[in-house]
């Protein structure tokens, strides 16, 4: 499944003013990685958003987004948001700024 190119470049100019962002291919799109961390990623139409659990719960009552499951498990820090939930830029920088939020609180995943 190819992703959306156009939401792949409103991300990295959001997050270009960053030191340390790099872009790794993974859950069929692209993801924007933090201080070696994953921050928020591009799966076709939806963005991937790594919250946190708590606010990834409060994302969840939005109509627009919808909990990560991998292999039958939801997983807990993670939500898919819609392309109604973040069309305005307001929206938009919202999502953003609540995966900056969390990156410094999130475990990087352990090297190969």
Same mark, same amino acid.
């Not at 340390?20 to 990623?41: A, L, N, P």
């Given at each position: 499944m190819a992703y959306n190119t156009k939401l792949a470049d409103r991300i990295?100019?959001?997050?270009?003013?960053?030191?340390?962002?790099?872009?790794?291919?993974?859950?069929?799109? !692209? +993801?924007?990685?933090? #201080?070696?961390?994953? @921050? !928020? +990623?591009?799966?076709? #139409?939806?963005?991937? @958003?790594?919250?946190?659990?708590?606010a990834a719960e409060d994302a969840l009552e939005n109509n627009f987004v919808r909990q990560m499951i991998t292999r039958g498990k939801?997983?807990?820090d993670y939500v898919y948001v819609g392309e109604e939930a973040y069309l305005n830029k307001k929206d938009f920088d919202r999502w953003i700024q609540l995966c900056l939020d969390f990156n410094p609180l999130a475990k990087a995943s352990k090297k190969r």
């Open positions: 990295r100019e959001a997050l270009m003013h960053l030191p340390v962002v790099t872009e790794k291919e993974m859950f069929r799109g !692209i +993801c924007f990685m933090v #201080d070696d961390k994953m @921050c !928020i +990623c591009v799966s076709g #139409d939806e963005m991937l @958003c790594r919250l946190g659990a708590d939801p997983m807990k």
